[in-house]
């Protein structure tokens, strides 16, 4: 299973921070789930809670058009995701010590990201518990969640990975997205050009 991209860490931490902001999406809302492509053939997943789905759809569908995209039928991308538990810990962790305590707990991998940061994935089911052994053996995580990963990478560069960025930051956008997930890896020195840090 390939790593997050930097852009995916980017945006979920602004995402995290975003919705603590201003609350969850509109109560007693359905959820749904809209898939497409972007620039390049990069894959895009986008979960909502909507009151309003005709609304909901024709914001997305025009995000995606705007932004050199389509979006897809239902099922078109989300086989190209797992649903997985991810604790990230920052960089300086010990890493052969998380990956001995996480593997013990019954984490399913420790691998370094993009950002120098360091995840453990766990089967959703199991999250809980890896998340309370690491955290009692002294390893909190910075963050921790279930959420999707793409089965695969697809790295963008020059107009098409700034395109992109363009699009996921549209999506990002919308009231209605409470996430947006890719299979887009977009190199430093693009992120830093279009001023994303």
């Known amino acids: 299973m390939t790593g997050h991209s930097k852009w995916a860490n980017i945006q979920r931490r602004a995402a995290a921070r ?18 497409g492509y972007g ?20 914001e997305i569908r025009r995000a995606f058009l705007q932004h050199g995209g389509q979006l ?7 086989y190209l995701f797992n649903t997985v538990g991810l604790l990230t ?16 707990a019954g984490a399913e991998d420790v691998v370094p990201s993009a950002d120098t940061c360091v995840e ?25 969640e279930v959420t999707r990963r793409a089965a695969t990478s ?17 999506l990002e956008g919308l009231e209605d997205v409470r996430d947006v997930y890719s299979n887009v890896e977009i190199s430093d020195e693009v992120l830093s050009r279009i001023g994303v840090n």
Not at 72 to 78: C, K, L, N, Q
Not at 89 to 104: F, I, K, N, S
Request: hydrophobic residues 40%; charged residues 25%; proline residues 6%.
């Open 120 to 144: 453990v994935l766990a089967d959703p089911l199991e999250f809980a518990t890896v998340r309370a052994v690491l955290t009692h053996r002294g390893f909190a995580p910075a963050t921790a």
């Open 72 to 78: 897809g039928a239902d099922g078109s991308v989300s």
């Open 154 to 170: 697809l790295e963008l560069s020059g107009e098409e990975a700034e395109v992109m960025v363009q699009l996921l930051e549209a």
């Open 18 to 35: 975003c919705r603590r902001a201003r609350g969850q999406p509109c109560e007693g809302g359905e959820e749904v789930q809209y898939e």
């Open 39 to 58: 620039p390049g053939g990069a894959v895009v997943m986008v979960e909502c809670v909507t009151a309003d789905r005709k609304r909901t759809a024709a």
């Open 89 to 104: 810990y920052p960089p300086g962790t010990d890493e052969e010590q998380l990956m001995q305590v996480a593997l013990e």
